[in-house]
């Protein structure tokens, strides 16, 4: 059986980069089924046979095509190895700055006769050089390195052009130096600058880059590094990795829960905000479930652990957003295959460039300065970023509102959904029933009422039995011992309650028991055509009352479906219950279109019925009966506290549970995609407009400012760091986008 891992890379530069390392994984190792590389998260997300191949192969492959795995035991160095790799740029950097910004002066100051006649002696030429060497050797090394890997794997990046063009620059002025007679000018500068700026935007690009990926560090850091355990009736502090199922647990006000686990002693209000996306905390008391990384508030409490290291909810929530971060969206696909042609092609109208120029003008040095305009100011960076960028923060951000894309293909799809089915119980619904309506003569005799019926179900074990118990002990009602009870097949129940014979039931078993109901025909008729099942509750047979039950909606769920509406969505209800009781309930939350009485093998074929209209659906759903519903519609979406089957099956995860979480999915996926839109915009309008500038396509208008019709190769170098910032600025700002 395949199994999914996501490697931590490092010493990737550009988009080229990534496709190097999936080339290399799918064609030159046995055992990889696939491989998406991240360049912004600098993650593969790698699916493979482990009897076919190891994981220390799989890293030995990605070392030998010149770049760094990090693999699952040594993850915890990742961010050391992120931090260095930062410091080290920062390092190089200003080593740039140090030496490349008196060459820059004072070559500027020697062109504009600013300085005496003394500039102009050989050894200035000469000082030059020792300024510019440190730059070009130690600050522009990383360019070299890259280049060569990704020559050698016979693939061109970024780094091959920044090391051709900073290179022309550098060793024509070297030629000059050592061969004065060959000409006069030198452009040290030249070369020193475009490396020191370029740095500067890589140095600036990781910082910012590194921002995106928030929301997976905020998640991780939610587990406390230790944990309080009982054991031999002692507390001791453990590491949280030490902690194994079946461990009694203590949690006091204001810490994180460690594990997830079963609250066994205690009662407390637990802030869940971070895992569901709810503000509100959550009540806690024996029997609760708590999850691992959410904050105890109040009291005091001791749960068992029931899941721990992996297993918990929130080790699978940040396996979810990786994951979801390292796949590639549909959309990628043009910028990947653009990246791909994009050196080569940069690289062909560079020397085009210095062709044409060197034949219309005869002079090599305007030529030369062309080629390196071009070649230094094409940026496969931002295209290489536009997605990935976008689609990480637009994941990260849904993570942190209690939504879950499994993956940035349905991250994409959400945004053109036209139509949303909700299923009914358990979604729309609590998923259980309730009491609702207590009916009798006298308004006093409500809690008599209930207390006796409640007395007579306590023995039952139907769902609409233990609702009417649960009402009872709600209330703080003491009840009755019950005698003689008996069941009647889920029609009702009887029972000797305070020496009088109780029935509670439906009321066809009373019309077959000839017990009329003559006098609350009305009431009955009325509570059912709200979709209510009514209990008629009779004491030595006279009717005292009724009782009615219903499986209530969630506070949500209205407000949910408004939402919905307002986004232009249709919404449309699916469920196995009766017309009435659907109707009734889509009634209260504002759905018009109700399918009813649908059996679980039909849900698929209502979806395939209205994909077949040409509409894009989404699924809701929470129960075993809708899987294949899930799995049929374009993007289904599970209710995180439904069953496993409907999670596994489903595209995207409402972990908190609320309805209002599908709007807000929605709405991100449209401003993900608004924001991947504008980003490629901008990448695409950068190149396809600067290229040709570089290239000096303006150079005959003598209108335009000279500036522009000369670009000089270091206005190019910054313009090219100045690109890929804008597009990982423009995707943060997802992150201050309110979701609905």
């Not at 820059?104 to 060497?133: C, E, K, P, Y």
């Not at 569901?276 to 652990?305: H, M, R, W, Y």
Request: proline share 4%; with cysteine; hydrophobic share 45%.
């Amino acid at each position: 059986m395949s199994q999914n891992i996501i490697i931590p890379i490092s010493g990737m530069t550009c988009a080229n980069c990534a496709a190097t390392i999936e080339r290399t994984l799918k064609k030159k190792v046995a055992g990889v089924i696939s491989a998406s590389v991240n360049f912004a998260s600098e993650q593969a997300s790698v699916e493979y046979l482990p009897e076919a191949v190891s994981l220390e192969a799989i890293a030995a492959a990605i070392e030998k095509a010149g770049f760094k795995a990090i693999l699952p035991d040594e993850q915890d160095t990742e961010m050391a190895v992120r931090e260095a790799e930062i410091k080290d740029q920062s390092r190089k950097f200003w080593a740039g700055v140090i030496f490349a910004m008196p060459l820059f002066l004072l070559s500027m100051a020697r062109d504009f006769n600013i300085i005496g006649q003394w500039s102009h002696a050989a050894w200035v030429n000469w000082l030059f050089f020792g300024l510019a060497t440190p730059v070009q050797f130690y600050t522009g090394w990383d360019y070299y390195v890259g280049a060569f890997k990704n020559l050698r794997n016979k693939t061109a990046n970024m780094d091959v052009l920044v090391a051709l063009g900073s290179s022309v620059a550098y060793f024509y002025s070297l030629i000059l130096l050592i061969i004065p007679a060959s000409g006069g000018h030198v452009y040290f500068e030249t070369s020193a600058v475009i490396i020191t700026l370029i740095k500067l935007g890589k140095m600036l690009e990781s910082r910012t880059k590194g921002k995106t990926g928030e929301a997976i560090r905020k998640l991780m850091d939610l587990s406390p590094k230790t944990a309080t355990v009982i054991r031999n009736g002692q507390e001791e502090e453990i590491p949280l990795s030490s902690v194994i199922k079946g461990d009694m647990l203590m949690v006091r006000p204001g810490q994180r829960i460690p594990v997830d686990g079963i609250v066994v002693e205690g009662s407390s209000a637990v802030d869940e905000s971070m895992i569901s996306g709810e503000s509100a905390p959550v009540d806690k008391s024996p029997q609760d479930t708590v999850i691992g990384g959410t904050v105890n508030q109040e009291g005091l409490l001791k749960f068992k652990a029931t899941r721990v290291g992996r297993e918990t909810a929130l080790a699978q929530i940040i396996r979810l957003v990786q994951e979801a971060q390292g796949s590639k969206a549909p959309i990628q696909a043009l910028a990947d295959q653009v990246a791909a042609y994009f050196v080569p092609a940069v690289i062909a109208i560079a020397l085009i460039t210095f062709a044409l120029w060197w034949m219309i003008g005869g002079q090599f040095v305007p030529a030369m300065i062309r080629l390196v305009a071009v070649l230094v100011i094409a940026c496969p960076c931002a295209l290489g970023l536009a997605t990935p960028t976008a689609i990480m923060a637009g994941t990260g951000r849904g993570a942190e509102n209690g939504v879950l894309f499994k993956n940035s293909s349905a991250l994409e799809k959400a945004s053109r959904l036209d139509v949303i089915v909700l299923d009914k119980t358990g979604t729309i619904t609590m998923g259980k029933p309730a009491v609702t309506d207590i009916v009798c003569d006298d308004s006093a005799f409500q809690e008599e009422l209930l207390k006796i019926a409640a007395s007579a179900e306590i023995g039952s074990e139907h769902p609409l039995g233990k609702a009417i118990v649960a009402k009872a002990k709600e209330q703080g009602l003491e009840l009755y011992a019950p005698q003689n009870f008996k069941a009647s097949g889920g029609l009702g129940i009887q029972a000797s309650v305070n020496s009088k014979e109780i029935l509670v039931g439906k009321p066809g078993w009373f019309a077959q028991m000839e017990i009329s109901l003559n006098l609350l025909d009305n009431e009955i008729k009325t509570l059912q055509s709200q979709g209510k099942t009514v209990m008629p509750v009779i004491a030595d047979k006279i009717v005292i009352g009724l009782i009615a039950v219903a499986d209530t909606l969630k506070p949500e769920s209205k407000q949910a479906v408004e939402n919905l509406l307002r986004q232009g969505l249709q919404v449309v209800m699916l469920t196995g219950d009766n017309e009435q009781t659907a109707r009734a309930i889509a009634a209260q939350v504002g759905i018009s279109d109700v399918f009813a009485e649908v059996r679980p093998e039909e849900k698929s074929s209502q979806i395939k019925a209205i994909q077949k209209s040409g509409k894009i659906v989404g699924m809701v759903g929470d129960g075993i009966n809708d899987a294949p519903a899930l799995a049929q519609a374009d993007i289904g979406m599970a209710i995180g506290t439904g069953t496993d089957i409907a999670i596994e099956t489903a595209d995207l995860i409402l972990s908190g549970g609320s309805l209002m979480g599908i709007a807000k999915a929605i709405s991100l996926s449209r401003d993900t995609m608004r924001t991947i839109r504008q980003n490629l915009f901008w990448a695409f309008f950068y190149n396809v407009i600067l290229i040709p500038l570089a290239a000096g396509a303006l150079a005959p208008f003598e209108t335009c400012p000279e500036f522009l019709r000369h670009l000089h190769p270091i206005m190019a170098a910054l313009a090219m760091s100045l690109s890929s910032i804008t597009v990982v600025s423009n995707s943060l700002r997802l992150y201050k986008r309110r979701a609905e």
